[in-house]
């Protein structure tokens, strides 16, 4: 262990995390470029600040074009307030974001140390495990609720650990309401749980009136219009639901989601079964008083047979299990030192391998990813002047975002849309149309790199964005298709 005395000083985490905070900040609007899930939840507040209206036209959900409840608000509050501070920079969007999942990892450790009171090599060994996890890595640069939650959680779980006021707690778990349908079986579980186990009956009252006024503020914005929101709501939620009989569910959740997107880091089933079993065990042994046991298998169990088994979904629930794994592992005195052989450098290395690859790529290919740049060039391409829609790339929407007269479809997937609405109307795609009116093609000078160091860090650039102008309605619907049929 002497060599390995340096993991168990209180310090090392918090030097780790900056490290991985600094780099984030440096390459903040490289990895990714912008793209469809960031760009889909800034529109509606892009349009909120440009018209006043809480609408998406980008949206092909019907309805959303007049009022957006297509997704819970919470994403697009934080847009919304974040638009009201930061220019419409990708930059400046994604800043929040990766400080609030910084500050979740942060949160978590700290509580682990000070309130678990597990070792500082436990705590170092479960976050780090956890913040270079490949879709936690993804999330902390994708503009995603999960980073929000994430967030949002840690806050409870601080709060909890401190036996905070209720009040406190119930409002934080009001915002978790209107952030994710998925997040429901959680508050739910965990909700009953804190007011059974931990709550005196003259606070419920006051729990349950702070938990409501961010669904109430909602529903009086949107003027409490009920069989709108269950419309959109359903639409949208019934696209990302589970399907397949129950076998094919059980085998989704614990696998098939995890795959290919896990295979530098094949471990993720593995873990999840694992986190399941101690789950089950506390359970037990605790006789079905476990906080964070019994709302880690409830909720499970919801999601096996209504949520889409999507990786990114896993994040939140991951995050949420690990005070019940630290504290498991504390109480079964699992020593970590043991692990700190030569034998544990390949899961190291596999486990940085993601952070490390996609930041080198972000360096190398700086000039082919620099949004600034891209948007120069379309600026200089597409005209400022009428009516004009831009779709195709994401990254139309930063390009359009401060300009009154400029629309932006964000998929090539416009319902809103109207051909006949517009003086001018472009496509931004790195697909061939030999049937449109060519107007340039984005080549920026960038640094050859091999084939095979692509395949290390993958991901998108701007280079070879070509733009394209639309002329005719037959040419519009030529390239475009209704989402909703």
Known sequence: MQGFA?????????????IYL??????????????????????PAIQFHKTGAYASTAWGTPGAENIFLSYPPLIVWVHILNLSIYPATIFW???PFLIMHASAIFLLYKLLIKYINVAPIMALSICSFFLFDKAVFEISRAIRVETIEMFLWSLIFTLFYKKSPAGIIGLIMGLLFVSHLKEWPILGIFGLYYLWQ???????????VSAAIP???????????????????????????????????IYDFYFSRFFPVYKEQPWMPLVHIIITFIAIKELISSKGKNLFAATFLGASLVWIFILSPNYRYWVPLYFFSLPMLAEYLKKIQFNFTKYLKWYSIPVVLMLIFPFVSRHLLAFAQRTVRNPTKAIEFLNKNISNKNKTLVFGDEIGLYMTANKPNMDCGHTLEPDHFKF??????????????PQLKWINTYHPNALYLPKWLYSLGKGGTYNGLIIYKIQSEKEWKSVTTNYYK
């Not at 931990?198 to 349950?208: G, N, R, V």
């Open 93 to 95: 969007v994604r800043l």
């Open 215 to 249: 669904v109430t503020i909602f529903l009086f914005a949107i003027h409490f219009n009920f069989q709108e929101l269950y419309h959109q709501l359903y639409l949208n939620s019934k696209e990302h639901s589970a399907s397949g009989n129950f076998l094919n569910k």
């Open 420 to 433: 006949n609405n517009y003086k001018n109307v472009y496509l931004l795609t790195h697909q061939i149309y």
């Open 198 to 208: 931990y709550t005196p009956k003259k606070q419920w009252i006051l729990f349950l």
């Open 22 to 43: 600094l780099f984030g900040l440096v390459n903040l609007q490289y990895i990714p470029i912008a793209w469809l899930d960031e760009v889909a939840l800034l529109d």
């Open 6 to 18: 340096w993991l168990n000083h209180t310090r090392t985490f918090p030097i780790i995390l900056l």
